[in-house]
Each structure stands twice: as C-alpha cells, then as structure tokens.
C-alpha cells in the first residue's frame, strides 16, 4: 500500500537554553538549536505509518541554512528525504506568510498525510498547520494524540477540554501532533551517519509580499511583583493555622 | 468597504449551554468596542442553542448572530470556518475575537487564512491604538511577553486567552438574537465527529474549569502519596492538577497536567505541592489569582510567584493544613 | 566482518580527543568523534586559562578565529587567612601586546569552535552518543558500542579522551579505579559582570584580562585552590581541594565555593554579579607515579583519562592536546605499518616520554605529595605570614627594635626541625 508522507518541521532555539539579559531585560536565545518538541512527535508518527504500512517520509523545513541541522536529524531518525526551503528572514514574516512558502512547494508534491507539531516552542500560535491546509484546499486535525489508518480513511483522536474526541476524515489530510501521540525515537548513531547519504533538495523561495498585516514589538519581561508571604523554619502546625486563617481572609475557603 | 461592521466576538456552547469562556470574550470585546466606538456582536454556532443565544444577549451584546443546525451539532474546523466566513463577509467587522480555547485555536487560523488576514494567538491582554488592536501575547515558552499590533490586518483578528478577562456580568439590557441561514457544502463537512471518549475523565472535575486546583510535583516522592493531594483537594472542594514530571513518570493521567505541554488554568486559587516551578508550568498556572506553595526548597522558583508560601516538609505541612481545614469547618 | 570499518574512534571531543581527530583526519585517516554532551564542549569544565603558543602549534592562526576571552597580562599568587590576605603580583605590559602569553577561554565556548577545526579536516563529530563499552576480539580492542541496539562501531583503534575518572580506560584495563587520593573535586561559577565593572575592579586596561591563584582559607586549608580569571564580561571563580580530603573531612566543595566567595577580600571583586553557570568537576592529580597504562592492543589513552594534568603549574588543556597530537603521530605510524598492537602503539609513550608532556610531569611528580604530607603550609604558616605582617605594619608605639624582636620570636615559634625539613623537601621536590 504506502503512504506518501510529508512532516513539517520548524526548527527553533533550545528553549532550555533562554537566558533573560538582566541589564536589558531582553531574552538571549541561545543558538543552539533543535527541532521544536510537537515537531517530534509528527516525524515519529510518519515512521511508524512507513513502518506498518510501507511508503515515504519527507522532511520539509523552511529557514535559513541551519534549517539542514533539522532536517539532518530527521533524516537520522528514519524520514527518507528533505526539501529546504531557503528563507533567511523567515522569522520576520507573519504565520500566514510561512503558510504561503510551505503550501506554494507542496501544492508541486503529491501527499497523502500531512504532519505537523500542534504549534512551536518558540511563537506557540499553532496557526501554520491550519492555515497550510485552508490553502491547500484540504481538511486538518489539531491535538491528535492517536492516529488510526483503514486505507485511505483515517479514524483520529483529538485532545479537548471535554475529553477525546473520536473523528473519522479521508486523505489528503493535515494532521498536527499533540503530547501522548507517542514517544519520539532517538536517532541512532547509524542512522545519523546513513542520514549524510539521503538527499536533501534546497529551493529558493520567492518571498510573498507580507504587507504589515502584523506588526511586533520589543519582547519584555513582566513582572511578578514581589512575591507574597512565605513562611520558613516556621512548625507544620503554625504554618498551616496561618495559612488556612490567610485564606479565610482573602475569601478563598468559606469563613465561619 | 469600510470594515468597521462592528467588534465580532465568537461564543462557544457545548451540548445547548453556553460555556463561561464566552463571558470573558464578552468583556474583551466590549472593551476593544468601546475603544473604538463600534457595535458588539456576537456569534453562537451549535445545535439547539437558542436558549444559550438568548443568554449571550443578556450580557450587554447589541446582536447575537445564531447559527443553528444539526450539523454543527459537535465542533469541526471545517463547519466552523465556513459559517464564520460567510458572517465575516457580510457584517464585515473591523475586529474578531476568539476565545483561546482548543476549538478557538483550531479553526481562526483557518479562518484568518481564508479572510487574508492577521491572527495574534493567545493573547492574554488587549488596547486600542489609533483603531488598531494592539494585543500582548505570551512567547518562548511564556518568559517574556511581546505586543502585537494589528492594524495591518481587516479584520483584525486575535484568540484570547481563557482567564485573560473577567466574565462579562449581565447588562440589564438584551441585544437582538438573529438567527442566520447556514450555507454547508461537502467540502466543509468532510471531517465526521464520531463522538467522545471521556472514561479518563468521568466525573473529575474539569482543571480549565477549576475554581481551585490543588497540584503535586515530584516532591511527594512516590505515586501513593498523591493521596494527600486528593484528600486535600477534597477539604476544598478542588480538582487535582499534576505537574509534568509526574505525569511522564506514569503517576497520574495525562488530562491532570498543568503546564506547557498540558493545561493551562487560571483558577482563584492554585496550590502547589511539592512542586519546584519550573517555567514550563508556571506558564501554565501564573495566571491564577492566588497561588500557595508548599516546598521545602527555599529557593524553588515557585515561591517567586506565590502570594503565600510554606518552605518546610511537605508530609507535615499538607496534613496539618488538612487538620486545619476540618477543624475550621467543625 | 563487513562492517564498514573506521582507522580510528575518538572517545570525547574535548582538547585531547579533537587534537587527535584533526591530525589524523588531516593525513588521510578516516576519523570519527562520539561525544556525550549536547555538543562538543559541552560537558568540559575548566577554570579557564589557555596558553597561546602550545594552542599555535596545534592550530596555526586560532586567534583569528577562536572564541577568546582576554589576554592575560597579569598574575597574582595569593594566601587567604580568615580575615587578611597576602601575596605577590606579576604584571607586565610585555604580556599586554601580541604575542600573548594566555588567555582566558570558556571552555565549552572554545571546544565547541575547536571540534569544528576536527571536522573541516575530514573527522566526523557525533555529539549526543555515549560510548558505554568498548569491543573486544582476542583480546584486542577493536571499537566501541552506545549501549543502542545498533549502536556498535569497529576501528583499527580507539582514543580514549573521555576526561578525567574515565571508566572506559578501567574497561579497557589501562587502570583499576581511580583513588580519591588521585583525583581533586573542583567547583566553579561563571558570574556576569559588565567589561566596565572588571575592568574597573582589577584595575585593567581596556580587554585585558588578570588571573588569580589563591590559597589558603580559600580551600579551608585544605591541598588545593581557588582562582579567579576574568573573562570578557564574566568571572570564572573556583576551588577545589583532593577529593581524598574532602571526604576525610567532610567538607561539601560546594560550601567551599559559597565560604570562598563571601571571603571579605573576594566578595567585593563579585559582588553585583549574577551566577549564570554553575558546575563542578574531577581533575586528575595522580601525576607522573600514577599514571595508568596509556596503550594496549588497539587503544590508546590521552588528556584527562591518561590523568596528564600538572596542576602546579595550571597545565591541563594544553598538556591534552600535545597528548592527542602525540598519539595521533603514533597511529598514523601504526597504520603505515597496519598493526595496531600494543608493541606499535608503544611510540606513543616513547613520543610523550620525549615531549614536555611526561618531562614536566617527572619534573614535578614530588610537589604534591609533598605539600600534602605538611597540612601546616597552608594553615599554620599562612597565619603565622598573616600575623607578622600585622605586627610589621601596626604602629603602636613598640619601638623598632622591640617590634623586630618580638617578629623574631615569632618566627621561631614554628619548630626548627618542620621548617628543615619543609626546606628540604620543598628542595627536594623541585630537583
């Protein structure tokens, strides 16, 4: 049978590496960087459908050059090959714009799956996937945390406030990976070197025309305000007798 | 084409009711409406939901646009997007705001894709510059904030956190319902919604809907000691909340997880037990209204947030709390 | 066996490991690098000092390219009592303009740019793979696994450069376990400060930079010391005493570092500062007479692992990477002649016998025992320096004469028969 499979991956700062410039209050992200987490759990999830059923994993990542380190590591973990969409500035551009990039080289593609992470560790809007599809023409799922296949019929669960929502949907499909999907693998050491023999196809981009739809400002910390009331070296007893008088005071427990 | 048909704000209902997130995009959408001097309405999507339109419009919404059918009887993207398209359209509004929620999330950037426009995501606080919505959102995994302005965009679209705003008390006065015509071609149902399943969280109370959360960490050292959590949270009528480490360590089901990779809640009251704060759950808790610590590391980052914190043995300190609690009510 | 097989595995891609990996990728070899940390660097700690000419030799025109801190135009060797500080500086300006002597380096920041070196010159660098064991066939090492199913990889020889307390090098039965007494635990943070601040601090021009020794208190007596070198726009301050000590007397080096830091002579030169890194490290101290065996059949030992650190001078990084040159010379002669038994890679002991490596660590093998055998040297006469110079500088109206007998007697409080033999074995020691 097989599946043509595509992942979408977003290649972002080790966000266990952000440092906050005390003097200027400005984040210092760390040039290390890594695939964002859901990102992981999409390329799993594509090995896994080749795996049972046979098909391609590709790999495709829009960025500048770095983007290969990504896309290597994918490679590593089992995808077959990579597209590189060259685009220095793609941080600059809106999600709608990233969109229009990933959607004008797919619609070139043939696909019957399409995988994303639910959104990135770095701008966390979720918007990508959704909108490649709405421009694709084609239905997506976000926080799929199971994916069932029956030919060309898929049967997904979503993650919602209520529960598990069980839906049925037919390919073409876009598909954004949410925790408890499944566990990424670790790319293996022969997997990395054979990675360094799979192909990865570079095209430039033409860069859409972005308009000013969003405009940001500089990122800024927020303060807490100093932090409340805390009680050390105080015996369980007395400390507990405060607190529960505390949240009588400030109405949080029924008083009396 | 002027685009300034109104602020539209999008409810949501579940099963006919209307659901409390949709009071707080009230209020966000009467504060950008005021601002900009525009009328506030709303639309409601759903089966059955007449009741829940009237209820919307008792909140000071000037119109309530209902759209009734069976086939929006459970949520799709796809339903969803089409019906708020074609509203968008003809009301042309200068403003759309979505609550935050996992259906919110899903279908406006479909939306915002279909309308050639601008989405801030997850926004968690609102102005008005000069007729632009300037949004300020959260981003690297919640440490700094950043603004958005959106003035670019018509419409001007943004989802808003839930918890962000305050529920919209009602007005006194009653907007207009008007029922509107739904237009659904195939193309817009090809995802079928088989139904739920709940067997995780039957019964428990839902975290997002929390008023109080009391949550445990790595500190309560063994699953089994997740029993003081539970027979705190019963003293205070809370609901259990988990942090991450717990949950991947298989103690507690995932649906419990506050945090970046799982719920964020912002109830009146969250309790945090033996858990040191690291960011990615703070992200997912700060937006409580009071935070208590109990920890017995003195520099555990979440004492930097806690309105009241206890640094001490965890296995005293939740007992004699529970002591005090029963004490209290005798 | 048709496993694509490698001439070489480097184990570690700290200064040591990248050294050998480059020279040999450079003659041909092929070459591959297997790293723990996240990234080459990674996981390697040192107090920070790194010596231009032995680093030129290893790298023609680095300064150009490597990540550096600041030159180190000054010196100061210093003795903490609990409440007074004395000692001796050197500055000369000579070191202020090129060719510098040293400098100071972030050590994660400069391995992480030195692995690259490696890899332009044809090594594969594998970060994130930790090598658990080594392979054997009949008794000769022949590569080395991950732990991972398909983790295994084959060589004609194996580099150990995995860093001080290798167990890999006990695997590979170049040495049974490393003895507290061998090694020093050593712990250090990285506190940022504005250039400006430091500059103003230390009293330096512009970009320079100074390096601290000191002892004493700063090591609660115990054999050992603190430094504190100034980087760019941070300060690197540690200490550390031998691991033996530290547990017979129950001293936390963590509580070591937070006392030396609120030292009232040391607290002013950090105070402001954030603690940006915090780490802590082993350091081999067994020298020259503790040295494990540093080859077998197919396996070599260099850096850290060979425990090729004199710490009397404050040589570790450089000392590693002549080791790595060395040992790459050695295989590189065994793979002309296609055998990689231990009689072949015996050249690479013969090279390190030759070289500065092993001739410095003779030289200095008695320093240590020395110094820990007299507990007194860095307690009682630090104190006893500390006191005299009191009474030297106080003026109380004790005529001189007096003030000169009274240091007099003093002096000869400490028992003639320590201060012979403290002079004879320090002679000794140095000889």
């Keep these: 049978m097989g599946y043509s499979i595509i992942v979408l991956v977003k290649q972002v700062p080790d966000m266990n590496a952000v440092r906050i410039d005390r003097a200027t209050g400005q984040p210092v992200l760390s040039d290390q960087r890594v695939i964002s987490s859901f990102d992981e759990y999409a390329i799993e999830e594509a090995l896994r459908i080749k795996e049972a059923h046979g098909g391609e994993v590709v790999v495709v990542s829009a960025g500048p050059p770095s983007v290969k380190d990504a896309i290597q590591r994918a490679l590593g973990m089992g995808a077959d090959r990579g597209v590189l969409l060259a685009c220095d500035q793609i941080n600059d551009f809106d999600t709608l714009a990233v969109a229009e990039i990933l959607a004008n080289h797919l619609r070139g593609m043939t696909y019957d799956i399409i995988l994303c992470g639910q959104n990135s560790d770095d701008y966390a809007t979720g918007h990508v996937g959704p909108q490649v599809a709405e421009l694709l023409g084609i239905p997506h799922i976000s926080s799929v945390t199971k994916v069932e296949l029956d030919g060309q019929q898929l049967t997904v669960h979503r993650d919602t406030e209520e529960g598990k929502q069980v839906v049925e949907v037919g390919t073409p499909v876009l598909l954004m990976a949410m925790t408890g999907l499944n566990e990424p693998r670790y790319p293996s050491l022969k997997g990395i070197m054979a990675a360094k023999k799979k192909p990865i196809e570079q095209v430039s981009v033409t860069v859409p025309e972005a308009g000013a739809r969003l405009r940001w400002g500089e990122p800024f910390v927020l303060e807490r305000g100093s932090a409340g009331r805390i009680l050390q070296d105080v015996p369980a007893a007395e400390a507990a007798k405060e607190l529960v008088a505390w949240l009588r005071e400030q109405k949080l427990i029924p008083t009396g | 084409m002027a685009a300034d048909g109104g602020v539209l704000i999008v409810g949501e209902a579940t099963e006919g009711a209307l659901r409390p997130v949709s009071l707080e995009i009230v209020s966000a959408g009467r504060q950008v409406a005021d601002s900009l001097g525009q009328p506030l309405v709303a639309a409601l999507l759903g089966s059955g939901i007449e009741s829940a339109a009237r209820e919307l419009a008792r909140f000071g919404v000037e119109r309530v646009l209902v759209v009734d059918d069976p086939r929006l009887a459970a949520y799709t993207a796809g339903a969803t997007t089409a019906v708020l398209a074609s509203i968008a359209r003809q009301l042309e509004p200068s403003v759309i705001l979505i609550p935050g929620t996992t259906a919110g999330r899903d279908f406006a950037p479909r939306l915002a894709a279909r309308l050639r426009t601008g989405l801030a995501a997850d926004c968690v606080e ?205 | 066996m048709d496993e694509e097989r490698f001439d070489a595995i480097v184990v570690g891609a700290g200064p040591a490991g990248i050294t050998a990996a480059k020279d040999m990728a450079a003659a041909g070899l092929s070459v591959v690098v297997l790293e723990r940390g996240q990234y080459p660097g990674a996981k390697n700690v040192s107090g920070g000092i790194l010596y231009r000419h032995p680093t030129e030799e290893m790298c023609p025109g680095f300064e150009a390219e490597a990540p550096l801190e600041r030159p180190i135009i000054e010196q100061r060797y210093l003795v903490l009592t609990e409440d007074a500080l004395l000692g001796g500086v050197y500055r000369s300006m000579r070191f202020a303009e090129p060719p510098y002597n040293a400098y100071s380096v972030l050590r994660a920041e400069f391995d992480r740019w030195y692995a690259t070196k490696a890899e332009e010159a044809g090594a594969e660098v594998y970060p994130e793979f930790t090598v658990t064991d080594l392979l054997w066939e009949d008794g000769r090492v022949v590569g080395v696994t991950t732990g991972d199913p398909d983790g295994e990889l084959y060589a004609h020889c194996v580099v150990l450069a995995d860093g001080a307390n290798s167990l890999l090098a006990q695997r590979a039965g170049l040495h049974r376990e490393w003895e507290p007494i061998e090694q020093a635990l050593v712990a250090k943070e990285l506190i940022a400060l504005p250039a400006a601040t430091i500059e103003d601090r230390f009293q330096l021009p512009a970009s320079m930079g100074a390096a601290y020794e000191i002892f004493g208190e700063s090591t609660w007596g115990l054999l050992g010391y603190g430094f504190i070198y100034t980087n760019k726009e941070s300060i690197s301050i540690g200490t550390g005493a031998l691991l033996h000590d530290l547990i017979e007397s129950g001293i936390n080096v963590n509580d070591m570092l937070d006392r030396f830091k609120q030292h009232p002579a040391i607290a002013p030169l950090i105070a402001g500062g954030e603690t940006i890194e915090y780490s802590a490290h082993l350091i081999p101290e067994g020298g020259y007479d503790r040295l494990p065996k540093l080859y077998a059949d197919g396996v070599v030992v260099v850096g850290d692992a060979a425990g090729l650190v004199n710490p009397v001078n404050r040589e570790g990084a450089n000392l590693a990477m002549l080791s790595g040159r060395l040992a790459a010379r050695a295989i590189i002669e065994a793979k002309e002649r296609n055998d990689f038994s231990a009689a072949q890679l015996a050249r690479y002991r013969e090279l390190l016998e030759e070289s500065v490596v092993l001739k410095d660590l003779r030289k200095i093998r008695r320093v240590t025992p020395f110094a820990h055998a007299r507990p007194h040297l860095l307690r009682e006469y630090p104190q006893l320096a500390s006191d005299i110079a009191r009474e030297y500088l106080t003026v109380d109206g004790l005529p001189k004469k007096e003030k000169l007998a009274k240091i007099g007697r003093m002096l000869r409080s400490v028992p003639k028969r320590q201060l012979a033999s403290d002079v004879l074995g320090a002679l000794r020691a140095v000889s």
């Design chain 2, 126 to 330: 609102l102005a008005v510059e000069d007729g632009a919505v300037v949004a300020v959102r959260p981003i690297l995994g919640g440490r700094v904030q950043t603004a958005v302005n959106l003035g670019g965009s018509r419409p001007q679209m943004a989802t808003i956190r839930p918890g962000s705003f305050e529920k919209a008390t009602a007005s006194g006065s009653e907007g207009t319902v008007e029922p509107i015509p739904v237009d659904l071609s195939d193309d817009d149902l090809r995802v079928l919604v088989k139904g739920l399943v709940t067997e995780e969280s039957n019964g428990a109370t839902r975290l997002d809907q929390a008023p109080v959360i009391v949550a445990g960490g790595r500190g309560l050292k063994e699953p089994e000691n997740f029993q003081l959590i539970e027979e705190l949270a019963a003293e205070l009528g809370a609901a259990v909340g988990a942090s991450r480490a717990v949950v991947d360590a298989g103690w507690r089901p995932h649906h419990e997880q506050v945090g970046q990779t799982g719920q964020t809640v912002s109830p009146r009251l969250y309790i945090a037990v033996g858990i040191s704060g690291a960011v990615q759950h703070l992200v997912g808790m700060q937006g409580s209204d009071y935070i208590v610590a109990i920890n017995r590391d003195p520099d555990a980052p979440i004492f930097k947030i806690a309105s009241f914190g206890i640094v001490g043995d965890l296995f005293e300190v939740v007992p004699a709390v529970i002591a005090e609690l029963r004490a209290a009510k005798a």
